[in-house]
């Protein structure tokens, strides 16, 4: 693998995944993750790790709430 | 103000020698005869002298540089045949003007108006000296020298030599060498091309450049107009001081020059702006690098051609590292451009374009003040001259007085467009500004685009609104309370109220909510488009569910996909549709007309709806595998309808007809809207109305906004153009596909409306995330509408493939960012990773959608579409859209429609169109490759477009690429030969052709044959036959087995004709074709093609293939022939003439010879030239000892052997003495020796015969002056060449320049397209006017 081709997995405050070429800074409010590898790799990676596709906020509202009166953001 | 001439004696130092001409001096001449000064416009040098003496003193000074310098006093001489030399015979002539007297205000004007007067007049080499000169006085001590010279004699680094000798000769007059070592340049130039050094550097360069070749430039315009203008654009810019001074250091660690840090940054400019790293390109090197060529004036430079082989990821060091190391290498096997441009041009293949488009000059300083004795000051008073010998060159030079860098681009007006340019030069020192900073930066890590720029180019509409939260079906129920009775829905004989509809969902919410809908929960809407699925899908959400709307048309593989894939919870449908749905499925499925519902309440269920919970999920078909689930969410989608509205200005008054179905996502936007602001709309009750049901809903039901998907917007609006019943609406929105611009006249013309949207998006991104807003009649200049800019809570950028913004005007990617994206792919998290990603351009954690569309941003920011990045292909080194070629094919009339590919049949890469003509229509694929010919860069036409019947279709119903016939030249079945004579003739031409599958009506040409063919196998004709005299022609009118038997067995006058009828029939004036020597007039036929059904044409045949070898041999008895017929066909009636090569002096002799017999329009001239040297009269040939002794001999030997004595003795015999000393000499000078094969018609004897005939005959010609309209075209290369090329305007004052086709040779131009429109173009504006077909009044052209 070219050096200059390796990407790592990234995670927003959002707990979304994405992949973010290694050597550029990541753009604000991404993380990043352990993971590293070509792009594939990373995306094969991504579809093991991400299980809740909802974005992390909501996810822990509707886990934490039972019934319908949910608190409106 | 006073005006004399000074002049010194002539002065004879080198004596008065003639010397020849280097390969860049007759490219040079060349481009004079055919009246073109821009390519290399005149060198001009304007200094002012402050303190240097007095005019007298200037003046002798400026005669001491005259004398060192044979460029100053060179005159030429063309002598019979063409030949050129050039001799220092010639004296400077000094013009002298005072302008101390003039006010000093008005004196830069003055002097401004005086230097364009001095420069304007054209040399005219033959009679003028090649440079004048010029003194003004502005003071007692203070002048300007100006020198003005013919670039055949100076480059522009002779100028710094020229400012530093002046310099010199006002100090003392210390150096007295006379500098004509620049005189032998070409005696040297031709030893070096026979040389081995000469074969090294050819291999070199054959190396170099056998991969693909991609062309650097900066992307052109788009819908190129028609001719060549030879139009040019200048920028001019400066690097300021602080910049040099940084470049300076920057080229000084890294142990670079700053020119090899500037020529770098060029290419970087290129590849960033053309998104190739594997690149070539130019640069200008001052040819004084061997000893003793210091100081010369002269055309000595040289241009190094570079492929560099850069990539993103490199560092600019490292990149500049390697276009030192690709120039060094270039220098060392430096060769003349025009040698090597013609030996790179071998074959058809490699003529797309120019050699080198792009080019990068730096020059030294002129009037270096160190250089300068002490007490005088040198001013340049001119500012950077700008060269023209390639489609974009930059030219940069130090100015030592200010430690700047000036610079220009200039560049081809036909390309490029000024705002290109100016933004270009600013990214050029964007990119020095970076690079400056910090050299180990990567190419790929220079941003070009200002942060305030990206910010102006993304932005959304201006909406200062504020969006609030509430989700879209709390919006719609709203106007339930406000409004209860006002009409919601349209539908048919329906009509329900926005409180019916608000209470039928209601009802069904609870329903949903006890059947399993909650958050996250998806429901399939298994309902056509309908009232009801909208209060369904309205129940779904107020349930808090997530809806899927389910199309019952569509295939049952589709749904079942989609309700597995979506792991669907509970089904809405319709009692008749249940089995549509698989029995397997693990969902609770409600029969809307099955469902009692009265119980249920009339009010919603108390739910709140979180910003990012599902509100749906849209499959959508991807071009490849099975339908993707895009999960949407409620806050995303509510701010887009509230912004969507805003924009749309939708109110309670909208009433709007959407016609988009409910399969697409904008199809929902365009219910949601116009309910949510209290509107109503008029749903369709078929999946398709006619254009005439529609129109008539719209009146109905007072309709005042429509939404209609644009292909079906064109059907609408050519019924409305027809029928005129289209109603005035506020708005028409459409979007789904590209929009051309005939198809938006079209809309704009028949379709009245206060605004028309273009819309766009991807599921992706939300239904319709952009949108291009204008009022009806706008114009654009893409290939389709803008797609404008982003709505709402977006933003739109044009990214490379390094994700680094694109400048205007520079294809990219399309990524839509903001909150107006969609959650991602349901059950497809790599996917989504993949799709969605980091938006850089972000603080917030936001995401950018990956649209894969290829788009540019334009002046004021809104987007173009250009094409799908997947279809984008590479052919020769350009990068071509497919898209661009498909909307090209599609705006013409009858294309129903059209797809464009790049195939690979037989390795050979090529474009093909596939085209589906219209109903009822035929399709004629070379009037189409003509039509779009003057639209396209040549080579972006196709190489072959295909009718069908109608586009393969895959089960996804999208196109099936793949099942894309190959383009085929169909061999149709052999039909056997029913008479003697047609089997006789068809084993003739099975053993000519190599083919054995030849059948009686089989085209001659179809299966390959050409003239060499067809005179082999009239020479075993006439064996056969020797009674019946068959022509050449004659199997040119009759190419089939079966037609050129029938046309022996007829015998009679029709054989032995010359003429060829290359169309027979047409309303236009006839073009006739006159042929060059040893070539046929087949070469014509694919121009003839291209000029389409109307132009009828008539070729004549070579007199040198006719066999009439008859030594009344005179141009005038040759083209004696054609007039008769011309005459007869044509007598007063318009006709076209077109001479290529030597026809075009039989074209000219015939328009002379018919005068006002006939109404000629318009003679096309290609590359014609004057004949070769040898021959001229009056040329002595010289011989080496004892040689001329040794050829006599030889010629001696060989007639003793030859079997064309006789017409070998008749044609010597016929010699004068010189004429024989010049056979002599051109025999010598044949490096095969005497061919003996003769007398067949296709052996090499005959062709040297006819050659030398041609000589004897073309010696005696004189040409004539005639007013005839004459218009010229010359191929690039014979311009390298330096071919004799024929000055119309000598001859004829209807003569015009000749126009340069580019990337293309003397043999080629005939077929080459570019020509070919060109051509095209010029018969249109012949013919204007004229009514095709009827005898228009002749208008007399005479010489007065």
Known sequence: MDNDDVWQVVRNNEGRYSVWRQGRPVPRQWFFTPYTGSRSACLAHIEIIWRDPRPSGWGRVMDGATGADQPQR | MTNNIAQLPDVDHAGTRSYPLTLAQKRIWSLGQIGNRSVFPTQLLALRWQGAGKATELIAALHRVADLHPALRMRFQRFAGGRVEQAATGALEVQRTDLATVAAEARDAALCDLLDGFAAPAFDLETDASARGLVVRLGDDDHIIGIALHPIVCDPASLNVLARDLSTALASASDNTIKDAVLSRATAEQQWLRSPAYDDALAYWQATFTEERSCASLP?????GGGATGLRRQHRFVIDAGLKLRIATLAATAGLSEPVVLLTAFNVLLARYGGQFTLRSGAVRDGRSEPGDAGLVGRLEDIVPL???????????????????????GERHRLPIERLAQELWRDDQDMRGTFIASLFEHRGTLADPSATPAGIQITSVLPLASRGDADLVLTTATDAAGGIIDAVIDASGELYDGALLARAAGHFVRILKAVAADGDIRLRDIALVEAAELDRLSAPYDDDAIDDDRPVHQWIAAHAIRTPDKTAIIHADQSWTHGELDQRANRLAHRLLSAGTGPEVCVAVLVKRSPEAIATILAVLKAGGAYIPVEPDQPPARNHHIFRDAGVKVIVTHSWLRDRIPTDIDAVILELDRLDLSAEPLTPPAISIHHDQLAYVMYTSGSTGLPKGVAVEHGPLTHHCQSTARIYEMSEDSRELPFLPFSSDGGHERWMVPLMVGGSIILPDQALWTPEETLAAMRTHD????????????????WADISG?????????????????????LLTRSLPAKWLINGYGPTETIMTPMVWKVRPGTRFEGTYAPIGRAVGRRRVYVLDPDMNPCPIGVTGELYLGGEGVARGYVGRPDTTADRFVPDPFAADGGRLYRS?????????????FVGRVDHQVKLRGFRIELGEIEAALVEQPGVGECVALLRNDDGQPSLVAYVVPQAGITLDPNELRRAIGGKLPDYMIPSAIVPLERLPINPNSKLDRAALPAPVRRMTEAVPPATDLEAEIIEIWRDVLGIIAIGVTHDFFEIGGHSLAAIRILTRLRRLR???RTTIADLFNNPTVRSLAARVEKGGDAIGSQVITLRASGSKPMLYCFPGLLVSTREYVRLVEFLGPEQPATGFICYSLSEEKTRDGSVEAITGRYVEHIRRESRGRPCIFLGWSWG???????????GNDIDLRLVGMIDVCEIGSEFALGAVPQFGPGERDALQAQVSEWLGRTRMRSEWDRLLGSMDALTYEQFLRFIGNE????????????????????????????????????????????????LHRGLNLIDWRQYSRFANPAEIIAGTTHLHVIGSSAFHSRFAHRVDEAIAGLGHGSAAPIQRRTRS
């Open chain 2, 703 to 718: 309709a005042n906004n429509a939404s209609i998907p644009t292909t079906y917007m064109q059907q609408l609006a050519e």
């Open chain 2, 1026 to 1028: 020797p009674q019946v």
């Open chain 2, 1144 to 1154: 075009g002096l039989l074209a000219y002799q015939a328009a002379r010879m018919l």
């Open chain 2, 307 to 329: 492929r560099l082989d850069l990539s993103p990821a490199m560092t600019f060091v490292a990149a500049a590292r390697h276009v030192r190391d690709r120039y060094d290498e």
């Open chain 2, 852 to 864: 894969g569309d290829l788009t540019r941003w334009r002046e004021d920011g809104a987007v173009e």
């Open chain 2, 1231 to 1278: 490096e095969e020796e005497l061919p003996t094969d003769g007398p067949d018609i296709s052996s090499r004897e005959h062709t040297f015969w006819i050659l030398i005939d041609n000589a004897l005959i073309f010696r005696q010609h004189r040409m004539l002056p005639h007013d005839c309209p004459i218009h010229s075209w010359t191929a690039e290369d014979s």
């Open chain 2, 725 to 745: 019943e289209a109603p005035p609406l506020r708005l028409y929105s459409f979007g789904g596909e590209g929009l051309a611009q005939t198809t938006f006249d």
């Open chain 2, 220 to 224: 052109v315009r788009s819908n190129l």
